[in-house]
């Protein structure tokens, strides 16, 4: 029977070193390629949700652009052709986001996000509809009421998905500084 005093100590050949380190070094990559990893993951989302805050950004700066310009026509008609451009614009990017067919490729909002979109969806319908009309220069006064109560709500809605996007982005940010501190204390 061997002696239990030489079973634990290590035998310091060549071999047992260089693998020793050649183990050291590959734990070390291990470590590095799964921080480089997480690293990657993490701005890779957070760069979507930038592009979402920045597409909803706009959708925001559109509407109240629009808005503008339908009062604006009741007194001139100079800017009719700029109100039906951005109104497209806008349309086509609600359209985008609401079905998934954004740039920013889908899923482009989560189920909260997407119910809160839904919400203020008719809201957009309607100020569409309104600013394609071809008497959009005789509205009523009543009509005007009408597009400012569309507008709030609509505004409200794409203040709710920024926040909350904002929120998300935010947590997942103290999320990343967790996992690169856990990564580097390994290493």
């Known amino acids: 029977m061997s002696n239990p005093q030489t079973l634990f100590q290590p035998n310091p050949s060549f071999s047992n070193i260089k693998r020793s380190i050649?183990?050291?070094?590959?734990?070390?990559?291990?470590?590095?390629?799964l921080l480089v990893s997480g690293i990657y993951l993490i701005l890779n989302q957070g760069g979507y949700d930038v592009k979402?805050?920045?597409?909803?950004?706009?959708?925001?700066?559109?509407?109240?652009?629009?808005?503008?310009?339908?009062?604006?026509?009741q007194i001139t008609d100079t800017h009719l052709s700029e109100l039906r451009?951005?109104?497209?614009?806008?349309?086509?990017?609600?359209?985008?986001?609401?079905?998934?067919s954004s740039p920013i490729k889908p899923p482009v909002l989560s189920?909260?996000?997407?119910?809160?979109?839904?919400?203020?969806?008719?809201?957009?319908?309607?100020l569409y509809n309104t600013a394609r009309r071809a008497d959009i220069a005789d509205l009523s006064d009543q009509e005007l009421q009408h597009i400012d109560q569309l507008g709030q709500k609509y505004l409200l809605g794409m203040d709710t998905i920024v926040t909350n996007l904002e929120e998300e982005l935010s947590l997942q940010l103290s999320h990343f500084k967790k996992a690169i501190i856990l990564l580097g204390s390994s290493l």
Request: aromatic share 8%; hydrophobic share 40%; proline share 2%.
């Open 111 to 126: 189920k909260d996000l997407d119910s809160i979109l839904q919400e203020i969806t008719p809201y957009h319908q309607q």
């Open 85 to 100: 451009k951005d109104t497209e614009e806008w349309h086509n990017a609600h359209l985008s986001l609401q079905n998934g």
């Open 22 to 33: 050649t183990t050291s070094f590959a734990l070390i990559f291990l470590c590095g390629s």
């Open 52 to 73: 979402i805050i920045n597409i909803t950004g706009k959708q925001r700066m559109l509407s109240e652009k629009i808005i503008k310009a339908i009062y604006a026509a």
